[in-house]
């Protein structure tokens, strides 16, 4: 007899959220989302709810509402943005008769999405990290005079209204540089980070998706690596593909750290190959929900999200002890345009000519969020 499929609710609507409902088809989907144009709303997979704004303190009473309808069959949660995070965090006891999910200590988990918590926490246990000084007000600039340059200048969390006019991120090759770019930063943005820049291609940029249960054991684990990053050198994940040859050292590295700051849940950490200094440095983690490029794993023969499904919903999951060996699929996942934007402008351009080359929205298996991005742009240019 087929056991029932464990219910899931995946929070958020972008190709983050659309690759979770892709990487748990085999699970009872339900997505909560805040825009109808978002990719993950099209996605065959999954029923759809709206909510008024995922990101706000409301998410919480629209998530008790909507668990009524799961009629006492309490469903996975997972997230998928950041802010939602805080919210759900905030209100975890308010949830947890609701939904499975594990969280850290939440003053742990502020921290951690802190640029300075994150720096503190890693220094504390010894963890190897580029050293940066933290800018809350003009008088600040005096205390980066002492750091290595160059450097990234770059705000301590995300901001919209920073966004909007600024960049995601500076390279900058002296204090002067600093200096002549914060004032107009500080005004919308005070909190800002100078760390010192480690040497490197994007394709040095290798990350860890793992996810602790609630005793702190590692349950599931997957290495990959950046191919290309959009913008250049300061942005996000363009294409990535698994990074077998890196997965004992990084999961290790990711597992030290954990354990000694006793954190549980999802944890994706990023690390940077240094040409100069010659090893692995930890840049920063995304916790508590998935990553933005989270699919290449299940792409990659090693589904990490339906193992952290199982266990949460009670089933028993064979612990991860080999990561290394968890890669049967040669994939490259790639979002369509930032991945285009990086190679027209000088991006590297790794070959993996026998490496299947999978599109972050795009799929014959699921044609309708590709169809409506592309009718999106379409509309754009003719208007």
């Given at each position: 007899m087929m056991s029932a499929k464990i219910p899931v609710l995946v929070v958020g609507g972008s190709a983050n959220a659309l690759g979770v409902l892709r990487s748990l088809t085999h699970c009872e989907l339900h997505l909560l989302c805040d825009s109808e144009q978002a990719p993950a709303w099209h996605s065959r997979w999954g029923q759809k709810h709206r909510s008024a704004d995922t990101k706000a303190p409301t998410v919480v009473d629209e998530l008790i509402q909507l668990a009524a309808r799961f009629s006492g069959n309490k469903p996975v949660l997972l997230?998928?943005?950041?802010?939602?995070?805080?919210?759900?965090?905030?209100?975890?006891?308010?949830?947890?008769?609701?939904?499975?999910?594990?969280?850290?200590?939440?003053?742990?988990?502020?921290?951690?999405?802190?640029?300075?918590?994150?720096?503190?926490?890693?220094?504390?246990?010894?963890?190897?990290?580029?050293?940066?000084?933290?800018?809350?007000?003009?008088?600040?600039?005096?205390?980066?005079?002492?750091?290595?340059?160059?450097?990234?200048?770059?705000?301590?969390?995300?901001?919209?209204?920073?966004?909007?006019?600024?960049?995601?991120?500076?390279?900058?090759?002296?204090?002067?540089?600093?200096?002549?770019?914060?004032?107009?930063?500080?005004?919308?943005?005070?909190?800002?980070?100078?760390q010192e820049w480690l040497e490197g291609a994007d394709s040095d940029?290798?990350?860890?998706?793992?996810?602790?249960?609630?005793?702190?054991?590692?349950?599931?684990?997957?290495?990959?690596?950046?191919?290309?990053?959009?913008?250049?050198?300061?942005?996000?994940t363009a294409s990535c593909t698994a990074a077998p040859e890196a997965a004992t050292e990084l999961t290790e590295k990711t597992v030290k750290f954990c354990q000694a700051i006793g954190y549980v849940g999802q944890m994706g950490m990023e690390f940077k190959f240094d040409a100069q200094r010659g090893g692995f440095y930890m840049i920063e983690p995304t916790v508590g929900r998935t990553d933005y490029q989270h699919e290449i794993a299940t792409l990659a023969g090693s589904n990490?999200?339906?193992?952290?499904?199982?266990?949460?919903?009670?089933?028993?999951?064979?612990?991860?002890?080999?990561?290394?060996?968890?890669?049967?699929?040669?994939?490259?996942?790639?979002?369509?345009?930032?991945?285009?934007?990086?190679?027209?402008?000088?991006?590297?351009?790794?070959?993996?000519?026998?490496?299947?080359?999978?599109?972050?929205?795009?799929?014959?298996?699921?044609?309708?969020?590709?169809?409506?991005?592309?009718?999106?742009?379409?509309?754009?240019?003719?208007?």
């Open positions: 997230l998928t943005e950041e802010k939602t995070v805080v919210q759900v965090s905030a209100a975890r006891e308010r949830l947890a008769p609701f939904y499975h999910f594990v969280f850290c200590d939440a003053a742990m988990l502020l921290a951690l999405q802190s640029k300075s918590g994150f720096q503190q926490l890693a220094n504390e246990v010894g963890a190897a990290i580029p050293q940066g000084r933290i800018l809350s007000q003009l008088a600040d600039l005096a205390l980066i005079d002492d750091l290595n340059y160059p450097c990234v200048f770059k705000p301590l969390e995300q901001n919209e209204a920073y966004s909007r006019q600024f960049k995601k991120a500076y390279k900058v090759s002296s204090a002067a540089e600093v200096a002549s770019l914060y004032p107009a930063i500080a005004a919308v943005m005070p909190q800002m980070i100078v940029i290798y990350f860890c998706l793992a996810y602790f249960d609630a005793k702190g054991q590692l349950l599931s684990s997957f290495t990959g690596r950046k191919l290309r990053s959009w913008p250049l050198q300061v942005g996000g990490v999200l339906a193992a952290m499904v199982a266990s949460l919903a009670g089933q028993s999951i064979a612990h991860a002890t080999a990561p290394q060996h968890a890669f049967s699929k040669k994939v490259v996942w790639y979002d369509e345009i930032a991945d285009a934007n990086a190679l027209a402008n000088g991006g590297p351009n790794v070959l993996c000519l026998d490496y299947q080359r999978v599109a972050a929205v795009w799929r014959w298996s699921d044609p309708t969020p590709g169809l409506m991005s592309f009718w999106r742009r379409l509309k754009r240019k003719l208007s």
